[in-house]
């Protein structure tokens, strides 16, 4: 069973463009993170949201945090081709002995000059 | 500053042969370490994962195991690899808070 759904699943959009993509969950999560991944290298940590209905703004990059803390979104505005690669949503459920991340599939993002 | 190695970086191995990947991190102290396998550029899978020294938790059974010899050291090992342990093996560290997860390049591993 996949907790964590990510849609879309690909994505290529032009240079310019605004785009967004989706992380849900039935489940509620007391931490959720977002990272981009390229090839050959390891996922790198962009935000960590823990707050229901939170807001962070990384230059171009803005994720929210549902409010019922199941859900998550990241919106690019003027996608560059920088901005390339695999980003991945991953929740934390708190709990004693809790260590684990709970991973989506990924959103693959194409920025074409 | 914190910065993690692995090693090696691409690893080409046949099948039935043994396995060490080896993982240390700089610049923290007692940290949790994880070991990922990510298949086909997707999602990561959660393989083992260590709160401290001599200290291992398996989450996917297999013919894969880890061991931490020292506080910033994480090996994972096999005795006989198969064709479907090929994937990219990702490491990771965290301190407080457990959920901010920071990760290694990672090796490639081919069996072939």
């Known amino acids: 069973t996949q907790l964590l759904e990510q849609s879309p699943q690909f994505l290529s959009i032009q240079e310019g463009e605004n785009l967004t993509v989706y992380c849900n969950s039935s489940?509620?999560?007391?931490?959720l993170q977002w990272y981009r991944q390229e090839p050959g290298e390891g996922p790198v940590l962009l935000v960590t949201?823990?707050?229901?209905?939170e807001v962070k703004k990384l230059k171009r990059l803005t994720f929210q945090f549902g409010d019922a803390r199941k859900d998550s979104s990241l919106h690019i505005t003027a996608a560059q081709p920088g901005d390339t690669g695999l980003y991945l949503c991953?929740?934390?459920?708190?709990?004693?002995?809790?260590?684990?991340?709970?991973f989506g599939k990924g959103t693959k993002l194409s920025v074409i000059p | 500053s914190q910065t993690i190695h692995q090693w090696p970086a691409t690893l080409v191995q046949p099948v039935g042969s043994p396995l060490s990947l080896e993982c240390t991190v700089e610049g923290t102290s007692n940290p949790n370490l994880y070991w990922y396998r990510q298949a086909a550029g997707r999602g990561l899978q959660l393989l083992f994962y260590s709160v401290g020294i001599g200290q291992i938790s398996s989450e996917v059974p297999q013919n894969l195991s880890a061991s931490r010899p020292q506080d910033r050291q994480f090996i994972l090992s096999s005795k006989k690899l198969l064709l479907s342990d090929s994937g990219f093996y990702l490491c990771a560290w965290s301190v407080q808070p457990a959920y901010e997860q920071y990760f290694g390049p990672g090796t490639r591993l081919t069996v072939t």
């Open positions: 489940s509620v999560f007391s931490s």
């Open positions: 991953a929740g934390f459920l708190s709990g004693a002995g809790s260590y684990q991340l709970t």
């Open positions: 949201v823990v707050t229901g209905g």
